[in-house]
Nanobody, 116 residues
């Protein structure tokens, strides 16, 4: 059984930082493209960052220079470092493991709230 479990969310003030984790069981994350997505209140889910098997990465324009995605294959975990957080970053953050055109696994999400 495949499980992706996100953690690390919380309430933080503007300008603050958080590190989200996505721990996998049942699959090897090194074999998948891993992505972090988010869904804010009243908004559609959007891609935030991805890391490919080659360890190359890409980011949404809105988070470039502030967020960093990384992978620890020994821990079978993917991270998203969130720095200089803004109120508009408030969302539920999800991780996704993707292989090919149709194989996707999603986590249950972790809430990030940026507010003073």
């Amino acid at each position: 059984q495949v499980q992706l479990v996100e953690s690390g969310g919380g309430l933080v003030q503007p300008g603050g930082s958080l590190r989200l984790s996505c721990a996998a069981s049942g699959i090897l994350l090194s074999m998948y493209t891993m992505g972090w997505y988010r869904q804010g209140p009243g908004k559609q889910r959007e891609l935030v960052a991805r890391i490919f098997n080659s360890d190359s990465t890409n980011y949404a324009d809105s988070v470039k220079g502030r967020f960093t995605i990384s992978r620890d294959n020994a821990k079978n975990t993917v991270y998203l470092q969130l720095n200089n957080l803004k109120p508009e970053d408030t969302a539920v953050y999800y991780c996704k493991a993707n292989k090919g055109a149709t194989l996707d696994y999603w986590g249950q999400g972790t809430q990030v709230t940026v507010s003073s």
